[in-house]
């Protein structure tokens, strides 16, 4: 139990979170391990966006202009992660998936290159660790590199987590720390002041009035001969003619390659992005050519209007929002989880950050913001 919960006299009140992606499992957790009874609702635990993403954990690599009000978020998530997995670790005894690999980004051609090389800029500016390199050192930090390509940059800092792998020890921590999962999906009667609704793209039937949109996303899983082993040792973060692309090495030697952004109504994988994602991806990384595939998914983004989620209380029901972590709701997750905590139990020091933080963070992730 965390220091600043052992001196409460106060007995945890019981606690219930909808959706079993790794935003409502790290919830429970949370919760679960300040000893609040917890019971989880999911009619397919893990089913969501969490069963498809990378889990690139990228504050630095993933900074666009213009995302201001998201980068605190990022930071402040990425810098909450260790201490999460390593209590998960704790309290389940099974790996977590991750890996503080590090970053490269490459740039394909030249045009990429002074995409990156701009991008660079920008990133020292907001103070991140990023650093132009040379050909010559990429080729000797990643020999599967393609010999062509123009420039790249290493980001030490950003490393990753695998989704499913983190997935599953949570599940077992939870089970572990007695939490209750019922497999079904959520009524209006789970609603209320002690419930958490972290059903992604889901919470919007719910609450018609957020602004949430699918944005699919194709991604595979590939594996990799053992001759190969490891194919990279970074994620790898590419621009090809400026379409990003990236591969994502897991620890048992196999690698991910993804992902398509889309905002039709097609839910189901279109063969453009897959064909996209592979002359890409073997642009950048040749050997990719003699990988099989394991797995080849399509998983819907929870989106929203300016990227940044949707976390504060319903007004109605008293239900904490908790939703539309987007395109980095696996960074975000050791944030989100803590700040669904605090909102539920009413206590923002289970945040572990300042009020005036706490404060910030929620003024720009007010679910209302988008409704008047
Ligand atoms: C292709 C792809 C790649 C990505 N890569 C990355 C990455 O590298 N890094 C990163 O940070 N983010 C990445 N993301 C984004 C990330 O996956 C999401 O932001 C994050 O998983 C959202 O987590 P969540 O728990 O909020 O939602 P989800 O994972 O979608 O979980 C929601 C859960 O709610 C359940 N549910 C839905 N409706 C109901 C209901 N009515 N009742 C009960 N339960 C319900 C679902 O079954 C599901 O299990 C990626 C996403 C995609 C699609």
Redesign the pocket.
């Known amino acids: 139990m965390p220091p600043e919960e052992r001196t409460s006299v106060v007995t945890p009140a019981a606690c219930c979170v909808?959706?079993?992606?790794?935003?409502?499992l790290a919830t429970a957790f949370e919760l679960a391990s300040r000893g609040h009874p917890v019971t989880v609702?999911?009619?397919?635990?893990?089913?969501?966006?969490?069963?498809?993403?990378?889990?690139?954990?990228?504050p630095a690599a993933e900074i666009q202009y213009g995302q201001d009000n998201l980068v605190p978020l990022m930071r402040a998530s990425m810098a909450l992660y260790p201490d999460l997995v390593q209590r998960v670790a704790a309290a389940s005894g099974c790996p977590t998936g991750y890996l503080t690999c590090g970053t490269i980004v490459v740039a394909a051609d030249g045009a990429d290159r002074r995409h990156l090389r701009e991008l660079a800029d920008f990133q020292h500016a907001a103070g991140m660790d990023v650093e132009v390199v040379t050909t010559r050192y990429l080729r000797q930090l990643e020999p599967a590199i393609a010999p062509v390509v123009a420039g790249a940059a290493l980001i030490p800092g950003d490393h990753?987590i695998d989704?499913r792998v983190f997935g599953a020890a949570l599940m077992c921590a939870l089970k572990k720390l007695g939490v209750r999962f019922e497999e079904?999906?959520?009524t209006p009667d789970d609603l209320g002041p002690k419930t958490v609704m972290?059903?992604?793209?889901?919470?919007a039937?719910?609450f018609p009035f957020l602004p949430l949109r699918p944005v699919?996303?194709?991604?595979m899983r590939l594996d990799v001969p053992d001759a190969m082993t490891p194919l990279v040792t970074h994620v790898i973060r590419g621009f090809v003619e400026d379409r990003p692309v990236y591969v994502?090495p897991r620890g048992n030697g196999s690698v991910v390659l993804?992902?398509t952004s889309r905002e039709n109504h097609r839910k189901w994988g279109s063969l453009g992005g897959v064909y996209q994602l592979l002359r890409d991806g073997i642009r950048l990384v040749p050997g990719l050519e003699e990988c099989s595939i394991s797995d080849i998914g399509?998983?819907?983004?929870?989106g929203t209007p300016d990227d940044l989620p949707l976390v504060g209380t319903d007004t109605a029901t008293g239900t904490v929002i908790?939703?539309g972590?987007?395109?980095?709701?696996?960074?975000?997750?050791a944030l989100?989880a803590r700040l669904g905590a605090a909102l539920v139990t009413g206590d923002r020091h289970v945040t572990g950050l300042d009020d005036r933080a706490v404060e910030s963070i929620l003024t720009h992730t007010d679910p209302y913001r988008w409704s008047n």
């Open positions: 909808i959706g079993a992606g790794l935003v409502g609702i999911d009619p397919e635990p893990m089913s969501g966006a969490s069963h498809h993403a990378a889990g690139m954990l990228a990753q989704p079904r999906k959520a972290a059903a992604g793209l889901g919470a039937e719910y699919w996303g194709e991604i994502v993804g992902a399509t998983g819907g983004r929870p908790s939703t972590y987007f395109r980095h709701g696996i960074l975000l997750t989100a």
